[in-house]
């Protein structure tokens, strides 16, 4: 527990300043235009995927791998408790967001977390394989470039497509999570797998 509570100190303050920039973008929403609350938060959630991928993946985008592997902790210690942090962080924002969208716009509660998971695991998914195949500030630019991308086809699918939101749709939804999801685990088990390498090499 020490250990987790030392590696959360340790997050930059505006990785949590963006993950928290959700709930006063949605307030402003709800009160200043009549457009749905979840499309706001769709186009945002890319960027807090990307904050966390930024960071859990910090150690090798500024070469500080072999430092770290010299100290108390393993690598792959200290790239698990980050991902473990910032997932349970995610988890509880998405918990919290969830019951806002149905207050706001009549969603349930299912429906509404699992489009808001579509782009942040997209997010995720694209920000991994650029960590891999990236280093220094390269791999942040391409993982701002795909939260960038998958945000503008957000705010694109709200423009062209309204309803794709709606109840009706869940099912469409949950079927792109599962896809998603996959991919995204095995994404991270390779990343920890390259970690694995670097310590014994």
């Excluded at 959700?22 to 186009?43: D, Q, T």
């Excluded at 890319?46 to 791998?65: D, I, K």
Aim: hydrophobic share 55%; net charge positive; proline share 4%.
């Amino acid at each position: 527990m020490t250990f987790l509570l030392t590696q959360a100190s340790c997050i930059p303050p505006w990785i949590w300043t963006l993950c928290a920039l959700p709930f006063p973008a949605l307030l402003l929403n709800a009160r200043l235009s009549g457009k749905s609350a979840l499309w706001i938060l769709c186009a945002l959630m890319p960027f807090v995927a990307m904050s966390a991928v930024s960071e859990c993946t910090r150690s090798a985008s500024c070469r500080m791998r072999e430092l770290e592997m010299a100290s108390r902790f393993s690598l792959k210690s200290v790239v698990l408790a980050r991902m473990g942090i910032m997932g349970l962080f995610h988890l509880a924002l998405l918990c919290l967001l969830a019951p806002l969208i149905w207050l706001l716009d009549g969603l349930a509660l299912f429906s509404g977390g699992i489009c808001l998971l579509t782009p942040y695991l997209l997010t995720t998914l694209l920000c991994l394989e650029c960590t891999r195949r990236l280093r220094g500030r390269e791999a942040l630019y391409a993982c701002t470039g795909a939260a960038l991308m998958v945000s503008g086809l957000s705010i694109f699918l709200q423009e062209k497509l309204p309803g794709l939101y709606r109840q009706e749709y869940a099912l469409w939804w949950a079927a792109a999570v599962i896809l998603l999801l996959f991919p995204v685990l095995y994404e991270m088990r390779r990343t920890i797998h390259e970690t694995e390498e670097l310590i014994w090499s």
